[in-house]
């Protein structure tokens, strides 16, 4: 059972435009979310997170914004840049359950081309 | 930023032998570890959560006897697949809780690819 869903495997954006990357949750008890960023042979890194208490968190060329009524969070990047191409995964905590536990979705593959 | 290796980051082996791969904080202590697997174009599925100096937590549907985890310092935790068949063959990621971060920040290892013949 996905709690966590990225419905677009792959994401194929111009450089300089801009990438939105799409994450839609079942558990209402999520209340922390955070994007991670993979490159092929090496392990997820953290990126950006947005807490149930806000709507919007922005980081640079990075912005997320939450939907709590929709259950959907999302991720955008602008303007994007071909270093940005990589898989991006989405995931959820519920911070009063279980220490730490993330629940991820399958994970977009962003490619930005020149 | 705070480093999580792992080792090997590749392995081949037989069916019916056993694989231990580790997962070390190099920079931080880190009394929580989690170990995730990776089936391709699937999301990374948590296998069991690592606490140094007591048992750890499993998911269900992953058998403690076949994967074996043991967080004996607060920099190490050590997966091993015992008794592993090809359908163990998978791609394992070990991540670590960061003693001075929220508790949802989790510093990945670059992953162990696993093949068993």
């Known amino acids: 059972d996905q709690q966590v869903k990225q419905n677009s495997p792959s994401l194929s954006v111009q450089e300089g435009r801009i990438s939105i990357l799409n994450c839609d949750y079942t558990n209402s008890m999520f209340d922390y979310f955070l994007w991670y960023k993979k490159y092929p042979a090496e392990g997820p890194t953290f990126l950006i997170s947005i807490s149930s208490i806000k709507d919007k968190n922005e980081d640079g060329r990075f912005t997320v914004f939450l939907n709590k009524s929709a259950k959907h969070l999302s991720l955008h990047i602008v303007p994007s840049q071909p270093g940005d191409s990589a898989v991006y995964f989405c995931a959820a905590s519920d911070r009063g359950s279980t220490l730490g536990r993330l629940y991820f979705g399958r994970g977009t593959q962003l490619t930005v081309w020149p | 930023g705070a480093v999580v290796s792992q080792h090997p980051s590749r392995v081949i082996c037989k069916s019916g032998t056993s694989v231990k791969i580790e997962c070390r904080s190099l920079?931080?202590?880190?009394?929580?570890m989690f170990w995730y697997r990776q089936f391709p174009k699937q999301s990374l599925m948590l296998m069991a959560t690592s606490n140094e100096g007591s048992k750890a937590t499993y998911e269900q549907g992953v058998e403690k006897d076949k994967f074996l985890i043991n967080h004996a310092s607060l920099t190490l935790s050590t997966l091993t697949v015992t008794s592993a068949h090809p359908e163990d063959s998978s791609f394992y990621i070990c991540?670590?809780?960061?003693?001075?971060?929220?508790?949802?920040?989790?510093?990945f290892g670059p992953g162990t690819r696993l093949l068993v013949l």
């Open positions: 920079d931080f202590q880190a009394t929580t």
């Open positions: 991540s670590a809780l960061h003693p001075d971060e929220i508790k949802e920040t989790q510093y």
